[in-house]
């Protein structure tokens, strides 16, 4: 029976929502093949997810929640729950200073999750990974925003001039 090469305790979704998590374990043994078990409070694996070869598997996702496409399901797991719960606070709590100061927490929190390190080996080992890093998914946010901020800028124009010339 092959040994455990890493494995690491993670959150793992069976739905769509926070909601639906349960704690789980992912392990890459020495064969090169991966399994998802979900685990009870003392880490008793009680059910198994998934166990599939490393070459082939399609992997994909963003910040700390990675998915993996198996025989066409996807299944989500979340390295860092903890980026996901700063995400949300800074933004509950508003203005620039906080998200900044999320943004900043999540990002270390990215960093020390591990994700970014099996995500490597897993492209090394033949996995096709398509990852949005941390980076990324804030150009694509900010850039989201300026497009909706020009969109409101837009409107309140567009209806100063039909206000101006008695269109209105």
């Known amino acids: 029976m092959p040994t455990a090469k890493f494995s690491r305790p993670i959150t793992y979704y069976t739905g769509i929502t926070q909601f639906s998590a349960k704690s789980a374990v992912l392990s890459w043994d020495t064969d090169d ?12 694996p009680i059910e198994r997810v998934f166990q599939t070869p490393i070459k082939g598997l399609k992997v994909g996702g963003n910040l700390a929640v990675i998915w993996f496409k198996i025989n066409g399901k ?11 719960m700063v995400s949300a606070a800074s933004g509950l709590v508003g203005g620039s200073v906080a998200n900044v100061a999320g943004l900043y927490a999540q990002s270390e929190l990215i960093k020390s999750s ?14 096709t990974v398509k990852y ?7 150009v694509i946010g900010f850039i989201f925003g300026l497009i909706i901020g020009a969109g409101i ?14 269109n209105f």
Not at 74 to 84: L, M
């Open 33 to 44: 093949v991966l399994t998802l078990d979900v685990v009870d409070a003392n880490n008793v």
């Open 153 to 166: 800028i837009a409107i309140f124009i567009t209806d100063a001039i039909a206000e101006s010339q008695g």
């Open 74 to 84: 996807k299944v989500r797991v979340d390295f860092s729950i903890s980026s996901r």
């Open 114 to 127: 591990g994700v970014l390190e099996w995500l490597r080996a897993f492209r090394e080992n033949g996995a």
């Open 132 to 138: 949005w890093s941390h980076k990324s998914a804030v």
